[in-house]
């Protein structure tokens, strides 16, 4: 089913085929032959791009410099044998990090598995060569960790948000709230020293080539899976949106800080309701929250709604233009996160309930 959805993936959607690792590679080819340095030089990107595969479109590189430094050893093989290795990759750690993590047994560990792996976006960020799976495998595997109590390796693997902040910045401040502080302590310096090898692999002039297009204009298009995209907010009501949210995640983080395992769904969840910008790729960490979610949550009435919700981002309904539009998606994570917030704050009436409580 996984392949065959993927083949009608990438028979849809050809234009598309590798457009971002071939940005990517660009970059880290950049790097390599005129110095880190000169990474964010748009223009020598751009003219990279072209030599790689002349017919297809450039992009600029706005990821952080990890990215291009990920994808480095591949540009000793030609381009289309570069991006297959990545792709596969990429979507294998994910596979095998939801196989690793899971904690139900039998057919509704492996259904689960499935079911995380099916929605188009995470064939589409397959496609086109996305960095997301990987931020993906990273927090499935770190929220394992979380729950086994191993909150150092939990800490340093949640890093892997660094290669795309935007999809799940709010995990490590809801662990956090849920007072974590070991997994949040090893997350920022994790971070830090990430920060420090850039500003000395970059230098000055690179380094802050980065921060600079951190200034500039959101990306345009990448505003439909967001409160904007949504319902049209934006300013002051937009912002004011953003904040209750961050707030509820975090006052609920505090409440579930028994249960660890629901903690980082629900900060993967906030942060894609509040990111400023979102590309249907980043959906992968969706797909995460709810698998994370039907291993957490094992009553019929969850897995029902979980298994309908992966039934609804099944790409045998998208590519046919059978599925939700991309500003549909956020009034379903606002969905999700609501029902996680009303189980969270509603009175203990149940052993079941206390077993979901409990300490992992």
Known sequence: MV????????????????IDFHTYLAAAMVGLQQGWSHVYDQGLVAAAQKHLVPGQWSQPFLSPPTVAWLVAPLTVFPYWTAFGIWA????????AALAWSGVSTGACRWIAVLGALTPWWVLYAGNLGQVVPLVAAGVV???RLVRDDKEIAAGVLLSVIFLKPNTAILVPVALLAARRYRVFAAWLAAGGLLAVIALLVLGPEGFFGYVNQLRSPLPSGADALTIKGAIGATG???????VLIVGMVLA?????RASPGLVVPIGIVGSLIVSPYLHASDLCLLAAAAWMVWEERTNVAWRIAL????LVASPFLFLPSGGPDLNRWPLMESALLLALVIAAWR?????????TRAPA
């Open 3 to 18: 392949v065959t959805a993927l083949v009608l993936d990438l028979t849809h959607h050809p234009q598309h085929v590798g």
């Open 88 to 95: 596969v990759f990429s979507l294998v750690a994910l596979a």
């Open 141 to 143: 595997l770190a929220w």
């Open 236 to 242: 002051v009501v937009a912002a004011l949106l953003r």
């Open 252 to 256: 609920t983080a505090f409440r579930l």
């Open 307 to 310: 298994a309908l919700g992966w």
């Open 347 to 355: 009175p203990l009436t149940s052993a079941a309930d206390l077993r």
